[in-house]
């Protein structure tokens, strides 16, 4: 058993607090989940840099930072002018979290097509749909991940997406999680269930509103339905001080395609964990990211793609750009099981590199136990080419734009791969308001 | 326009260029040929700026203003152009964004306003035309997976979009097929006027049957050893370049 971090004691009395709170309209199951999975975290307790998936991402400060749930502290309400536009129509379907409470007032879950339902997880519960019982905490699995133990231990309110088979939703739907609030920790759950051939885009977009301290949890489970089409991005743009973990798990069926591409921004510390298991044959995921850091910065993706049965293809393509004495942690696992033949997998990760007090641990796992298949794996880190950059100053860009415009072209194969284009134009427009930009250059 | 004196330059502490002089007027089209490793792309390299090149002696007047004294990218706004050799690829910057880019920098060097997408737009149009590429080069990275050929007209349509006041072409014609070499040739007659300049860097006399240079100069160990009208281009086509190794190094003028 790893070495533990003490600091779990204030999440058990929030736990408690919650059975208190909640005792009454919570169904069996669900206390029943809480329980074990609390019981599991506080066993487990924070990895330390002995535990191989957290070998170069110390969780020391953040383990020693106090954090309380918002029921703690007042909450207050978020101005409109402070959450952001959609990135497609206004009208679009999206739910709004305020420091992890629902925020009706600020979102539009207006009816979605074929019988879709967009709600929040707290109502859900309070009817204990029986899809909950069959799909919550059933993805993204906690007994090996503390954060996601930690999640549902505290699992009270999120978001349920759930559309029917058959079902196609052209308009992205959004969820909005703002951080108004230092010292607040957030659970913020999403569980979308995708009926067979459904059809839709979902999009996580974390802003954070303060530069002090604060912790946000996230768990997100996919259930993508036998030849459904699920397309999913998370743009994060927390807060300077925030602790961002994020736990993503999708689980596909056959014939299926799943897309996840994140853009991390914000932060002092993100954790993307993000896992992707075939279920069925002719399962199809392109697992992207881009991150541009700064400062002490330290962002880790640590991602794992399991072909569990035969004939599934999997994408992965990251791209970080590096400033500042910010670091960088990715960890591309590729799981072939004994009887997964004719898989096809790929990964990339490279890093560019502005400054000298970067540093980065980029590691390829491929674990194949299959004969028939193709996997390849591709990781490069370096620094912009001198030639280029004489290349664009002798056209009349000054060495900054030239550097810009390099940097620019190093990400554009991840925002390229974005189909929808207010997504893809957001990017476009925060890539280029965030590298190294000044009043002269937005010209 | 150009007034190259006593210019040396060295590269990775190895001296290149041991005092050139060269004097280039407005209207003129100027062939600098000779055989490799004399120093042609240095003189290119070395007047565009780069600065891998280090002037060790000598001074360039251009326009009135001392050039070395001024970096890569104001020698560009000032309206020098150097077409590459060995043009630079440039992943996930579309040639229509690189082209915007120097475009509105040159403008804004010139207190112009900024071209508006439509406007942009006609001017790329019209001179795509002039290179026979089309639209689609503008949608494609620079350079990248470009041929050779290609690469080159590259090079020309950034020329023509930038209407540069002296260019400097450090061997465009190499490695062309003849149709390409007639588009590069149309381009540089294109851009002849009586108030700019050209420099053509060349290994060969070919390009120099579809463009008629004023001067033509031969550089060799770093020096010019022999300056003359376009008949010497023939000659050297018809001689080679072995008999220039035997010519006396011209006078240099007083310092």
């Known amino acids: 058993m790893t070495t533990a971090i003490a600091g779990t004691n204030r999440y058990l009395a929030e736990f408690e607090r919650l059975e208190r709170r909640s005792s009454t309209r919570t169904p069996a199951w669900l206390a029943e989940l809480r329980r074990a999975a609390m019981e599991r975290f506080v066993e487990r307790g924070f990895p330390t840099t002995r535990d191989e998936d957290w070998r170069y991402t110390n969780l020391a400060t953040f383990a020693a930072t106090p954090f309380r749930a918002i029921d703690s502290v007042a909450s207050s309400p978020v101005a409109r002018e402070a959450v952001p536009r959609p990135f497609g129509p206004n009208a679009a379907p999206r739910l709004v979290f305020v420091d992890g409470r629902y925020a009706p007032e600020h979102s539009s879950a207006q009816s979605l097509p074929g019988g879709a339902r967009l709600s929040s997880l707290a109502e859900a519960i309070s009817h204990d749909e029986p899809l909950l019982e069959r799909h919550l905490a059933k993805h993204a699995r906690w007994d090996d991940n503390v954060f996601a133990a930690l999640s549902t231990a505290l699992l009270e309110d999120g978001v349920l997406l759930h559309v029917p088979a058959e079902t196609v939703i052209a308009a992205p739907i959004e969820v909005v999680l703002l951080a108004t609030r230092s010292g607040v920790m957030t659970q913020p759950r999403l569980l979308v269930v995708a009926g067979p051939h459904s059809r839709f885009t979902v999009v996580e977009r974390y802003v954070g509103l303060t530069d002090q301290a604060y912790f946000v949890n996230a768990v997100s489970e996919i259930a993508v339905g036998s030849g459904a089409s699920v397309d999913h991005y998370v743009v994060q743009e927390q807060g300077a001080a925030a602790f961002h973990m994020a736990t993503i798990h999708a689980d596909l069926e056959r014939d299926s395609a799943f897309s996840t591409c994140g853009a991390t921004f914000g932060a002092r510390l993100a954790r993307t964990t993000l896992g992707v298991r075939f279920g069925g044959e002719g399962g199809r995921a392109s697992l992207a990211g881009l991150y541009v850091t700064g400062g002490r910065q330290h962002v880790d993706h640590h991602v794992t793609v399991d072909h569990a049965v035969p004939r599934c293809s999997s994408r992965q393509l990251y791209k970080g750009v590096l400033d500042g004495s910010s670091r960088a942690v990715f960890d591309g696992r590729v799981i072939v099981r004994p009887n997964a033949q004719k898989t096809d997998a790929a990964q990339t990760n490279k890093h560019l590199l502005l400054s000298d007090g970067v540093e980065v641990d980029s590691k390829p796992r491929l674990e194949i136990f299959a004969d028939d298949v193709k996997c390849t794996h591709g990781a490069a880190e370096g620094q912009l080419a001198p030639e280029a950059i004489f290349y664009l100053r002798s056209r009349g860009l000054d060495e900054r734009s030239a550097r810009r415009l390099l940097t620019l072209g190093f990400v554009r194969e991840v925002v390229d791969r974005i189909v929808v284009e207010p997504i893809r134009g957001y990017l476009d427009r925060a890539l280029e308001a965030r590298l190294g930009t000044d009043s002269k250059e937005m010209r | ?255």
């Not at chain 2, 004196?5 to 060269?22: A, F, M, P, Y």
């Not at chain 2, 035309?129 to 494609?140: K, N, T």
């Not at chain 2, 979009?161 to 149309?186: N, R």
């Open chain 2, 1 to 255: 326009m150009l007034s190259v004196r006593n210019l040396s330059v060295g590269v990775d502490g190895k001296t290149i260029l041991r005092s050139l002089n060269l004097e280039v007027r407005a209207g003129e089209l100027h062939a600098v040929m000779g055989p490799n490793g004399s120093g042609k792309s240095t003189l290119a390299q070395a007047l565009a700026g780069h600065p891998a090149y280090t002037v060790t002696d000598g001074e360039v007047t251009y326009l009135g203003r001392d050039l070395l004294a001024m970096p890569a990218e104001e020698r560009a706004r000032a309206g020098v152009f150097l077409a590459f050799q060995y043009p630079i690829e440039i992943a996930g910057v579309s040639n229509a964004a690189f082209l915007k880019a120097a475009i509105n920098e040159m403008r804004a060097a010139r207190g112009q306003e900024e071209l508006d997408a439509m406007e942009m737009l006609e001017l790329l149009e019209k001179k795509l035309a002039l290179v026979d590429m089309d639209r689609s080069f503008l949608s494609r990275p620079v350079n990248e997976g470009f041929s050779g050929g290609e690469k080159k007209r590259n090079e020309i349509l950034q020329m023509a979009v930038l209407e540069p006041k002296l260019a400097i072409l450090d061997e465009t014609d190499s490695g062309l097929d003849i149709d390409a070499l007639k588009i590069v040739a149309q381009g540089v007659n294109h851009l002849r006027r009586p108030d700019n300049a050209i420099i053509l860097v060349t290994h060969y006399q070919r390009i120099l049957n579809y463009v008629e240079p004023d001067r033509v100069h031969v550089l060799f160990d770093g020096r010019i050893v022999k300056s003359a009208g376009k008949e010497l281009a023939l000659e050297l086509e018809r001689k080679g370049y072995d008999w220039i190794k035997e010519q006396p190094a011209p006078v240099q003028p007083a310092a």
